[in-house]
């Protein structure tokens, strides 16, 4: 048995397999489809106990450590950002990742839809600025 960084694998044949994902494969009685993942739902990564094991998909992988999507009081987010505050701050003040922030001020015309979108960052400060300095806003 060869032993990887994050977890427990074994050689078979030449190929190097993760014990959880062989312990799963076993209980399925098939191989794991493509997109498939096992979750330790104790996060050991040593534990790879068929109780421990719980079969998902990358979308509810990402769901189960998540959790709920906190709510977000949005005339607060508001109040913040017309005094000035960076998105960034917003969001770390609310508990919150930043695109949760943008959807907001965009839903609200605040920010350039784009604005997201790949650029240098002194594009996205002269985009915003013009953006946000319209009057009436």
Do not use: C
């Not at 979108?117 to 985009?127: A, L, P």
Request: net charge positive.
């Amino acid at each position: 048995m060869a032993t990887s960084i994050l977890y427990p694998t074994k050689r078979i044949g030449g190929v190097t397999y993760l014990k959880h994902r062989l312990a799963m494969e076993k209980k399925l009685g098939r191989k794991l489809r493509k997109g498939e993942i096992v979750h330790h739902r104790n996060e050991d990564r040593l534990d790879f106990r068929l109780r421990n094991l719980q079969l998902t998909t990358w979308a509810g992988h990402g769901k189960i450590h998540r959790g709920p999507k906190k709510p977000i009081d949005q005339q607060h987010v508001l109040r913040l950002f017309k005094k000035g505050t960076s998105i960034n701050a917003i969001a770390k003040l609310i508990g919150v990742g930043r695109d949760r922030i943008y959807v907001v001020l965009r839903a609200h015309r605040l920010v350039d839809p784009w604005f997201m979108k790949s650029d240098t960052v002194r594009k996205r400060k002269r985009r915003q600025k013009l953006y946000t300095s319209k009057p009436g806003l």
